[in-house]
C-alpha cells in the first residue's frame, strides 16, 4: 500500500485538475462574492422563516395544530426535486438565470400561499 501525504499538507498530488488552479485566486475588490452569498441566504431564508413564524395565522386558517410539519414537508420535497434536477443538468445553464429563476418562482410560491386557503376568494385549494 503505497503511503499518501496528508491532504492538510497541500503537496498531495492525487487531484491534478485541481492542484492546476489551486494558485490561481480571483480578484473580489469589495467582497462581491461575500455580498452575494449574504444576499442569496437572506433572500432564500427571510420568507421561509416569515412563512414559519406565522404559525398562529396557519392554525386558525386550516384547524390543524401541526401545520408547520406539513409546510416542512410541503417546503423540502420541491427542494429536493430541484436539488436533482440542478446536479444532473446544472452545467447546461448559466448560474445567473438559475439563481434569478429559483428566486423567482419562490417569490411567486410564498405570495399565493396565504390565498390559498382564503374567504376573500371563495375557492380552496389546500
Known amino acids: 500500500m503505497a503511503q499518501h501525504e496528508p491532504l492538510i499538507s497541500g503537496k498531495r498530488r492525487d487531484f491534478p485538475l485541481t492542484d492546476q488552479y489551486s494558485s490561481i485566486t480571483p480578484r473580489d475588490e469589495y467582497n462581491g462574492a461575500y455580498l452575494s452569498f449574504l444576499l442569496l441566504g437572506a433572500g432564500f431564508l427571510f420568507p421561509w422563516n416569515a412563512v414559519i413564524t406565522a404559525v398562529g395565522f396557519f392554525t386558525t386558517q386550516y384547524d390543524d ?5 406539513a409546510f416542512s414537508v410541503a417546503y423540502m420535497c420541491p427542494n429536493l426535486l430541484g436539488l436533482v434536477v440542478v446536479v444532473q443538468w446544472g452545467h447546461l ?9 429559483g428566486l423567482c418562482i ?15 376568494i371563495g375557492v380552496t385549494l389546500v
Do not use: D, N
Open 65 to 69: 395544530p401541526g401545520i408547520e410539519f
Open 93 to 101: 445553464f448559466s448560474f445567473f438565470p438559475r439563481i434569478k429563476y
Open 106 to 120: 419562490f417569490l411567486v410560491v410564498m405570495a399565493i400561499l396565504p390565498f390559498l386557503h382564503s374567504k376573500v
